[in-house]
């Protein structure tokens, strides 16, 4: 008995110093853990700007002031974010530089690591500018955001969020610090710089209409626009269709995160309003372009007028419809006209059935849009621009015009004087 005991006691001192050794070599050491991960994300910033390859250069590249410390990039799913951030880092550091630094917020490390921590880590490491993807998906993130500006004066932060996130003066964290740029999908200017290899800059709206012919005549030297206008209407705004991937079933796809993600995870909604908005989306894209029956929309969807229009904002907000209003009207009033964002979200939601007119004011809207305040126009055009330049979409132009309407004709390759040809608009950035 006394020789058991003894070993017995033997066994449990031995497997409690084997329990601490275990412990001590394969539980990780939080003091040590921020360090590995930086080296860890550090080689996988390098190896994205290594195979990266050759981005289309977006003009917002060109718009942004770099000198500001705090940069938010917004923009609708799949318009390219990550792309441009990292094509900001490739352009100006090396990838092995170790002052900018790339991280998405997708990774499950920073759900258990602050990160003001990690990027006092980066800061003490050298680190100059951090690249922050998807802030959204980390909680209280303006916060966050707000406490590293403070912290670590002389670090610069640019992060993507989606255009559903609240910022600057929608944020009083981030108001008077922070400052934000809108990130959209392929112009037709940028599509033809892809496809046809040519290098056509942006011209401002007053460029276009005073000086279309010139214009016209020096991008057909370059190609012949029209041969690429209709394949950009069908699948040229996301710059995804540059993948070798089915175009439509990615839109899809990239239209059902946008609800599931971008609107009920940012909005905090429940998920049984998941199928509603669905729902009220495609009876949108069904429908006429004109003013939504509120009343109708509610009964088909079975909830209330007011819920419709909350949704119908949030949809707006993801950019996967246009509420477009009377001049001096704004929401919560119902908007004159209600059209999808842009024309591949058209073919994608309603393939085969897209009313070609509709077509052509939906891609003009979307490209004036992006620079103009865009109205409802009365009896003699569609649209208002900047609460004055009126504009009249139609194939034929009538023969008595009015001289304070200018033409955007359909099919014309070149225009006439205050006749403009429609895909000129698609220049404007």
């Not at 799913?77 to 090396?94: H, I």
């Not at 209330?304 to 704004?330: C, H, P, Q, W």
């Not at 591949?344 to 891609?363: I, S």
Request: charged letters at 20%; one cysteine or more.
């Amino acid at each position: 008995p006394v020789v058991f005991i003894f070993l017995s006691l033997v066994l449990c001192i031995f497997s409690f110093l084997l329990y601490l050794c275990l412990r001590y070599l394969y539980v990780p050491n939080t003091q040590t853990q921020p360090t590995s991960m930086l080296e860890t994300l550090f080689r996988t910033h390098q190896y994205l700007l290594e195979h990266m390859g050759e981005p289309v250069r977006r003009s917002l590249m060109d718009e942004i002031n770099w000198r500001d410390r705090l940069i938010g990039i917004k923009g609708s799913r799949g318009v390219g974010k990550t792309t441009f951030l990292l094509q900001y880092a490739k352009e100006n550091f090396s990838p092995k530089d170790r002052r900018c630094l790339y991280v998405n917020m997708n990774n499950f490390f920073f759900q258990t690591y602050s990160l003001v921590k990690f990027a006092g880590e980066f800061y003490k490491a050298g680190g100059q500018v951090l690249l922050i993807d998807q802030i959204f998906k980390l909680s209280a993130w303006s916060h966050v955001l707000h406490e590293c500006y403070e912290k670590f004066p002389m670090l610069k932060i640019v992060f993507t969020g989606s255009t559903v996130m609240r910022l600057k003066d929608e944020n009083p964290e981030l108001n008077g610090i922070c400052r934000s740029y809108s990130l959209k999908g392929f112009s037709f200017r940028e599509y033809l710089n892809i496809k046809a290899g040519t290098n056509i800059k942006p011209y401002t709206l007053r460029e276009l209409v005073n000086r279309h012919e010139r214009i016209a005549k020096e991008v057909c030297q370059q190609c012949n626009p029209l041969e690429h206008f209709q394949a950009y209407l069908h699948h040229g705004y996301y710059p995804f269709f540059l993948d070798k991937r089915n175009f439509s079933e990615n839109l899809l796809k990239v239209m059902n995160m946008m609800i599931e993600v971008d609107i009920l995870l940012i909005n905090q909604m429940e998920q049984k309003n998941l199928n509603r908005i669905k729902k009220l989306l495609y009876l949108l894209a069904t429908g006429s372009t004109g003013a939504p029956n509120v009343s109708q929309l509610a009964s088909e969807v079975q909830t209330s007028r007011t819920t419709i229009m909350n949704y119908m904002k949030f949809l707006s907000d993801a950019r996967l419809v246009n509420m477009i209003y009377r001049k001096g009207d704004e929401f919560p009033k119902k908007p004159a006209r209600l059209m999808l964002h842009n024309t591949n979200l058209m073919h994608g939601l309603t393939p085969g059935r897209v009313n070609r007119l509709d077509m052509m004011e939906t891609f003009f809207q979307n490209a004036v849009s992006s620079k103009h305040r865009v109205n409802v126009g009365d009896r003699s055009c569609n649209f208002i621009l900047d609460g004055k330049a009126r504009f009249r979409i139609q194939d034929e132009v009538p023969k008595r015009k009015s001289t304070e309407v200018i033409y955007v004709c359909t099919d014309r390759q070149v225009g006439d004087g205050a006749e403009v040809p429609l895909w000129m608009f698609g220049l404007i950035y």
